[in-house]
């Protein structure tokens, strides 16, 4: 596992956070479904958390950064309950980030990133949906059956959104990176090509 920098663990945190204010924005109106149906809200709504996770692995794309984003949500999860599922908790925010560095590894040589986030997506929320719905509700197959194609669904969305924002933030911040790099070398060079002219 490479050392993750503490640029690294202060992005996984932020990403973390977002993702825990995004679900408190969208559990209220989810809840009016699912509530009544006694299901899962992730499993119609996931893919909004986990755009994030999915994030966390173009801006930190190290094995175990997933992880770290479970385990930080769930660690604040427990401290402010809100949603929480007591130790279960690690469990459910955690394995989700362990589903997307496993699929990080598989797929790290395929350049075709929008393809990569959409898998990414599916499996994150495809396997908190699981965990949430074995562990928690305790739900009949039939029905998980039915739940995990809504997580499918709702993950693809997810990961297709976060490829829309990555493409928006982080090649634009790339190329203005490269671009002071150039202009660096340039200054760098000219006090160099003067003091050879004058030389000769």
Do not use: C
Request: glycine share 10%.
């Amino acid at each position: 596992m490479r050392r993750f920098s503490t640029f690294d663990l202060i992005m996984i945190a932020l990403m973390a956070a977002l993702g825990l204010g995004t679900k408190q924005l969208v559990r209220p109106l989810v809840s009016l479904i699912t509530i009544p149906l006694a299901i899962p809200g992730g499993a119609l709504a996931g893919g909004f958390y986990m755009l994030w996770l999915i994030l966390t692995k173009r801006f930190v794309p190290k094995f175990g950064s997933g992880i770290f984003f479970g385990f930080a949500q769930a660690l604040v999860v427990i401290i402010m309950p809100f949603g929480s599922h007591g130790i279960f908790t690690f469990f459910t925010y955690s394995l989700p980030g362990v589903g997307v560095d496993i699929v990080e590894i598989i797929f790290r040589k395929i350049k075709h990133k929008l393809l990569t986030s959409i898998i990414e997506g599916a499996i994150a929320n495809l396997i908190g949906t699981t965990a949430v719905s074995l562990i928690i509700f305790d739900m009949p197959f039939q029905l998980l059956a039915f739940l995990l194609l809504m997580a499918l669904f709702s993950g693809n969305l997810g990961g297709i959104i976060a490829y829309i924002i990555i493409t928006q933030i982080k090649d634009p911040l790339i190329n203005e990176a490269m671009l002071g790099d150039t202009l660096l070398e340039r200054e760098e060079k000219e006090p160099q090509i003067e003091v050879a002219s004058e030389t000769s």
